[in-house]
Protein backbone atom coordinates (compact mmCIF):
# COMPACT_ATOMS: atom_id res chain seq x y z
CA UNK A 1 0.00 0.00 0.00
CA UNK A 2 0.83 3.66 -0.79
CA UNK A 3 1.82 5.94 1.53
CA UNK A 4 0.95 9.30 0.29
CA UNK A 5 1.80 10.76 3.99
CA UNK A 6 5.71 10.12 4.30
CA UNK A 7 8.32 13.18 2.92
CA UNK A 8 9.41 12.52 -0.40
CA UNK A 9 12.94 12.93 -1.71
CA UNK A 10 13.42 13.20 -5.19
CA UNK A 11 16.99 13.59 -7.04
CA UNK A 12 17.59 13.89 -10.43
CA UNK A 13 19.82 16.58 -12.10
CA UNK A 14 17.23 17.58 -15.15
CA UNK A 15 14.78 20.05 -13.06
CA UNK A 16 12.16 18.69 -16.07
CA UNK A 17 12.65 15.49 -15.07
CA UNK A 18 12.59 16.44 -11.16
CA UNK A 19 9.35 18.35 -11.98
CA UNK A 20 7.30 15.61 -13.99
CA UNK A 21 7.91 12.92 -10.82
CA UNK A 22 6.96 15.61 -8.49
CA UNK A 23 3.62 16.32 -10.40
CA UNK A 24 3.18 12.56 -10.93
CA UNK A 25 3.75 11.98 -7.04
CA UNK A 26 1.41 14.74 -6.23
CA UNK A 27 -1.25 13.29 -8.37
CA UNK A 28 -0.87 10.05 -6.24
CA UNK A 29 -1.22 12.00 -2.87
CA UNK A 30 2.10 12.70 -1.98
CA UNK A 31 2.11 16.33 0.21
CA UNK A 32 5.64 16.81 1.52
CA UNK A 33 7.98 16.44 -1.43
CA UNK A 34 11.27 17.95 -1.56
CA UNK A 35 13.72 18.02 -4.67
CA UNK A 36 17.65 18.48 -5.02
CA UNK A 37 19.72 17.70 -8.46
CA UNK A 38 22.81 16.96 -6.63
CA UNK A 39 24.09 13.42 -4.96
CA UNK A 40 26.47 14.67 -1.51
CA UNK A 41 23.30 17.44 -0.65
CA UNK A 42 20.78 14.61 -1.30
CA UNK A 43 22.75 12.53 1.35
CA UNK A 44 22.89 15.73 3.56
CA UNK A 45 19.14 15.86 3.23
CA UNK A 46 18.66 12.40 3.74
CA UNK A 47 20.73 12.36 6.69
CA UNK A 48 18.99 15.81 8.59
CA UNK A 49 15.66 14.27 7.20
CA UNK A 50 12.98 12.67 7.96
CA UNK A 51 12.58 10.82 4.68
CA UNK A 52 9.60 8.17 3.93
CA UNK A 53 11.21 7.55 0.26
CA UNK A 54 13.97 8.17 -2.03
CA UNK A 55 13.61 8.55 -5.73
CA UNK A 56 16.95 8.96 -7.11
CA UNK A 57 18.14 9.15 -10.49
CA UNK A 58 21.29 6.82 -11.45
CA UNK A 59 23.76 9.71 -13.42
CA UNK A 60 24.16 12.25 -10.85
CA UNK A 61 27.00 14.89 -9.82
CA UNK A 62 29.31 14.15 -6.76
CA UNK A 63 27.92 11.11 -5.79
CA UNK A 64 26.20 9.13 -8.32
CA UNK A 65 22.60 7.01 -7.24
CA UNK A 66 24.50 4.00 -6.95
CA UNK A 67 27.12 5.86 -4.21
CA UNK A 68 24.32 7.89 -2.47
CA UNK A 69 22.16 4.17 -2.12
CA UNK A 70 25.21 2.54 -0.66
CA UNK A 71 25.53 5.50 1.63
CA UNK A 72 22.48 5.08 2.52
CA UNK A 73 22.37 1.78 3.13
CA UNK A 74 25.86 2.05 5.23
CA UNK A 75 23.92 4.22 7.57
CA UNK A 76 21.98 2.49 10.38
CA UNK A 77 19.41 5.51 10.64
CA UNK A 78 19.04 4.89 7.17
CA UNK A 79 19.38 1.23 6.29
CA UNK A 80 15.40 0.75 5.77
CA UNK A 81 14.59 3.69 3.77
CA UNK A 82 12.74 2.96 0.87
CA UNK A 83 15.42 3.84 -2.11
CA UNK A 84 13.79 3.88 -5.84
CA UNK A 85 16.65 4.49 -8.28
CA UNK A 86 15.95 5.81 -12.15
CA UNK A 87 17.25 5.74 -14.96
CA UNK A 88 16.89 5.84 -19.19
CA UNK A 89 19.24 3.09 -19.66
CA UNK A 90 18.43 -0.61 -18.95
CA UNK A 91 21.75 -2.21 -18.33
CA UNK A 92 21.91 -5.60 -16.52
CA UNK A 93 24.90 -5.05 -14.92
CA UNK A 94 23.21 -2.04 -13.58
CA UNK A 95 20.32 -3.74 -12.53
CA UNK A 96 22.43 -6.48 -10.40
CA UNK A 97 24.60 -3.67 -9.02
CA UNK A 98 21.57 -1.26 -7.50
CA UNK A 99 20.36 -5.45 -6.24
CA UNK A 100 22.98 -6.11 -4.75
CA UNK A 101 22.86 -3.05 -3.12
CA UNK A 102 20.12 -2.59 -1.79
CA UNK A 103 17.56 -1.20 -3.94
CA UNK A 104 14.24 -1.20 -3.10
CA UNK A 105 12.61 -0.53 -6.98
CA UNK A 106 13.97 0.27 -9.95
CA UNK A 107 12.53 2.37 -12.76
CA UNK A 108 13.15 3.03 -16.55
CA UNK A 109 12.47 6.68 -17.66
CA UNK A 110 10.18 7.92 -18.80
CA UNK A 111 7.45 6.09 -17.08
CA UNK A 112 3.73 6.95 -16.87
CA UNK A 113 1.48 7.28 -13.02
CA UNK A 114 0.59 3.83 -13.42
CA UNK A 115 4.13 2.22 -12.88
CA UNK A 116 5.07 5.00 -10.92
CA UNK A 117 2.13 3.27 -8.21
CA UNK A 118 2.84 0.08 -9.30
CA UNK A 119 6.31 0.18 -8.48
CA UNK A 120 5.42 2.17 -5.09
CA UNK A 121 2.87 -0.15 -4.43
CA UNK A 122 5.78 -2.89 -4.38
CA UNK A 123 8.36 -0.79 -2.69
CA UNK A 124 5.79 -0.22 0.44
CA UNK A 125 4.39 -3.93 0.66
CA UNK A 126 8.37 -5.00 0.86
CA UNK A 127 8.37 -6.80 -2.76
CA UNK A 128 11.45 -6.82 -4.68
CA UNK A 129 12.10 -4.79 -7.97
Known sequence: MIKPDCKVLVVDQM???RH???????????????????????LELIQGGRYGLVLSEWELSALTGLELLKAVRADPQTRNLPFVLMTDQVQVDKVIA???AGVS??????FSIQVLKQKLTGVF???MP
Open 98 to 100: ARQ
Open 105 to 110: GYLVKP
Open 15 to 17: ATS
Open 125 to 127: DGR
Open 20 to 42: SICQRLREMGFIEIDQIHNGSQA
